[in-house]
């Protein structure tokens, strides 16, 4: 399957604004037949876009982000790497923030997927005109797998929390997931391939390695801007992890609300356990852009360590030498 031109779809309300998406279109035309290409997991090819292997549509969807989104100095960004572990930090995030509005024995959770607590940014700016989010109330929470490098610079004066997860368990996660979802046109997808890819650094928002350094770097210099988590510190200590999400979001628990159990009581909430077991995350549906994914599909095992079920020891040794080698010198390192 080729990508297609992008044109515009409706009317623009006035010959600058028409000229301005036009000039977009021209820039994607243009970057679609020059970008270097490479297999993809889930559609046919990513794109090398500013060094970052990309889908089409979210090249454009980055185009449209710059031209279009108006961050403001409160927005708090949830920021990514594919299957870290983004839905439990939607779900944590959100019931922190909002823990006055409901309430434990009938939350908003128990009937909605932590998909649609906030928006998935990359996909928003998919199609123009982007909504300009100015209904949403302050502060405004959006997620995203974009690298850093690849946002605008006018977000740094905006929060983000980074999340990333050992890469390993990375891939695997991913390889399940992409391959559900793959195009049916496209042939099998096997976890030989997937593998020798992601140690290319080829995967959806790869390379794997830049896209944690394009937060981790930062974060050393503003960790009052940057809150960088890991999967795995998550799982082993999440009271200790919420109550840091609420200092940084600005929002932290009074002695009363620890004394009364809120910080207990959002962890089982979002728990695995709890999420993946309810009626809506077994058989709901959230889209993203044009493509649906199932609930359930967020939820697969949620453990540390998973790849062991699924790499041989040669494949270990190799992708632990090259994460080694291109983390080296930044202080970041993964266990497991
Ligand atoms: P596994 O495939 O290893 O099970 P993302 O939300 O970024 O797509 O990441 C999905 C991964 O997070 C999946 O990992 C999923 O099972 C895990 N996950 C989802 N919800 C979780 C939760 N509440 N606690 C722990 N892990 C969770």
Wanted: negative net charge; charged residues 25%.
């Amino acid at each position: 399957m080729s990508h297609q031109s992008i044109i515009p779809q409706t009317p623009l309300e006035s010959k600058e604004h028409e000229d301005h998406y036009n000039k977009i279109c021209k820039d994607y035309n243009h970057l679609m037949e020059t970008m270097p290409k490479s297999n993809g997991w889930r559609v046919e090819h990513l794109y090398n876009y500013n060094g970052f292997w990309i889908n089409p549509i979210y090249i454009k969807a980055n185009l449209l982000l710059h031209a279009y989104f108006k961050p403001q100095p409160t927005d708090i960004f949830l920021a990514s790497f594919m299957k870290s572990g983004t839905t439990w930090l939607k779900a944590l995030i959100f019931s922190t923030l909002t823990r006055h509005l409901y309430s434990f024995s009938d939350h908003y959770l128990h009937h909605h997927g932590p998909q649609s607590t906030f928006p998935f940014l990359d996909s928003e700016c998919e199609s123009y005109p982007i909504s300009d989010f100015t209904h949403m109330c302050s502060p405004r929470l959006f997620a995203t797998h974009f690298p850093r490098t690849l946002l605008p610079e006018s977000m740094a004066s905006c929060k983000f929390v980074y999340l990333c997860r050992e890469p390993k368990d990375v891939l695997v996660s991913k390889w399940v997931f992409m391959s559900k979802l793959r195009e049916k046109d496209l042939p099998p997808f096997s976890l030989d391939e997937a593998f020798d890819l992601f140690c290319e650094g080829v995967s959806d928002y790869g390379p794997f390695w830049e896209h944690v350094l394009s937060y981790w770097r930062p974060s050393l210099e503003s960790s009052e801007k940057i809150l960088f988590l890991k999967y795995e510190e998550v799982k082993r200590q999440p009271e200790v992890v919420v109550r840091r999400l609420a200092t940084f979001m600005g929002v932290p628990f009074t002695t009363e609300e620890v004394e009364k159990g809120v910080v207990e009581n959002i962890v089982k909430l979002c728990s695995f356990e709890n999420l993946s077991n309810l009626e809506v995350n077994k058989k709901g549906v959230e889209k993203f852009g044009k493509v649906e994914v199932e609930n359930r599909e967020f939820f697969r095992k949620g453990v540390i360590g998973d790849w062991r079920n699924y790499l041989s020891d040669e494949m270990k040794q190799r992708i632990d030498g090259i994460i080694d080698e291109k983390l080296k010198g930044s202080a970041l390192i993964f266990g497991a």
